[in-house]
């Protein structure tokens, strides 16, 4: 049952410039998205409407909702801001790719990202290939800064021209044969209805931010605990492109293998901290009941 939530006399401002009546009970929902009890939710909402103002911008509310859902609970602040922090692992696609890669096999698969396959046809890139004994998977990855920005029906319309100029002769690749093979389109936002649509009725596996229900890029992410490195506060901007550029993308891979901070350029005192907001972000979502291992 959702609580009586008091309504407020205050209007704020969108990212479009629109003005709007300030909801609480959007502060609400998200904030339940990511397993905050009521009473932490009636708590934060009052707290960000004693700082509020009229006009205050939604991004403003939206870091203010973040920086007091920290001090309740840091796993719970690492998925309210899940989608800002995909969207800040760069302006071009690898990291994004490697992400992608990352969740792969922590689902048990063998992968390799930024290959180059020969079509029947043509040579074609591909972002992440990810096979097992059974199975191979080619994904092609569509990474948007923008996160409202969605991935129309001409993504998939292009993928399965590749995708049968891969399937043609995939009889040339010795270890591919006797294997599934599945072509896959992932996003880090949304697809459109058409594109979905389209992609189902030729047999493409799509994976967006919240699609397929419940097995989504959020589900995959939290089932996992393959946070992205971007979600962390103790790193700097830099530090987080350093280790983008490292390939070191996700949290975990980092928790799992600390060893991979050796020959970093960045101070020690500072690998010291990162390993301990590591620790303690991992504590904290056991503790709340994450299956992340």
């Not at 006399?9 to 003005?19: A, F, H, M």
């Not at 396959?117 to 800064?145: M, P, S, W």
């Not at 209805?193 to 967006?208: H, P, Q, R, V, W």
């Not at 931010?209 to 962390?232: A, E, N, R, V």
Request: proline share 3%.
């Amino acid at each position: 049952m959702i609580p009586e939530i008091k309504k407020y006399d205050l209007n704020v401002t969108k990212k479009s410039g629109e003005k709007a009546p300030f909801d609480p009970q959007k502060i609400y929902y998200s904030l339940k998205g990511v397993g905050v009890d009521d009473h932490t939710a009636e708590v934060i909402i009052r707290a960000v409407k004693l700082e509020a103002y009229e006009g205050i911008t939604t991004k403003e509310i939206y870091k203010k909702t973040f920086n007091l859902l920290r001090k309740y609970s840091k796993g719970s602040s690492v998925r309210y801001r899940l989608k800002d922090a995909i969207t800040q692992l760069g302006n071009t696609g690898y990291p994004f790719e490697r992400f992608v890669g990352d969740l792969f096999v922590e689902k048990g698969y063998d992968v390799k990202v930024g290959m180059v396959l020969k079509g029947f046809a043509v040579t074609h890139e591909i972002d992440v290939v990810a096979q097992n004994h059974e199975r191979i998977f080619t994904v092609e990855c569509k990474y948007h800064v923008n996160p409202a920005a969605k991935s129309d029906v001409k993504v998939p319309m292009y993928i399965l021209s590749r995708y049968r100029d891969l399937e043609n002769a995939w009889s040339q690749y010795q270890e591919f044969k006797g294997k599934v093979y599945q072509q896959w389109i992932a996003t880090n936002t949304r697809f459109t209805n058409d594109a979905i649509t389209f992609a189902e009725a030729y047999g493409l596996k799509i994976l967006s931010w919240d699609y397929p229900k419940g097995q989504g890029l959020k589900d995959w992410i939290q089932l996992y605990g393959m946070f992205p490195i971007t979600c962390l506060s103790c790193l700097t901007k830099a530090e987080k492109e350093l280790l983008i550029a490292k390939g070191l993308v996700c949290c975990r891979t980092i928790y799992k293998n600390p060893h991979l901070l050796d020959g970093l350029s960045m101070p020690e005192n500072k690998k010291s901290v990162l390993k301990k907001e590591l620790n303690y972000l991992y504590e904290s979502v056991l503790s709340e009941g994450e299956h992340v291992f």
